[in-house]
């Protein structure tokens, strides 16, 4: 089992930045990449960023050029750098971990953290 703990969110407003945090623990082998996803109210979840272990990455188009996704050197935690938010970029986010484990995939979620960028 994979444990995600994730932090840094908060209130903030238009242009400023948040750095989001999340620790994965427990059965952490073989991951195959992490990321961020959020959602708005009655929104559907969406890709933010996402690095496999390999370093390839990926974005939403509209994060690019403000977001960046990294991981430690461990690869056991993965950040994601907002800067000049925006308050469309209000929503919760979700911590995302994909472990690969032979020929089949899982998907392992964190709590969520809310970020609300408003005046």
């Known amino acids: 089992q994979v444990q995600l703990v994730e932090s840094g969110g908060g209130l903030v407003q238009p242009g400023e930045s948040l750095r989001l945090s999340c620790t994965a623990s427990g059965s952490i082998f073989s991951i195959y990449a992490m990321g961020w996803y959020r959602q708005a109210p009655g929104k559907q979840r969406e890709l933010v960023g996402s690095?496999?272990?390999?370093?390839?990455?990926n974005y939403a188009d509209s994060v690019k050029g403000r977001f960046t996704v990294s991981t430690d050197n461990a690869k056991t935690t993965v950040y994601l750098q907002m800067n000049n938010l925006k308050p469309e970029d209000t929503a919760v986010y979700y911590c995302n971990v994909v472990r690969r484990l032979s020929l089949e995939f899982e998907d392992h979620w964190g709590q969520g953290t809310q970020v609300t960028v408003s005046s």
């Open positions: 690095i496999t272990t390999s370093g390839s990455t």
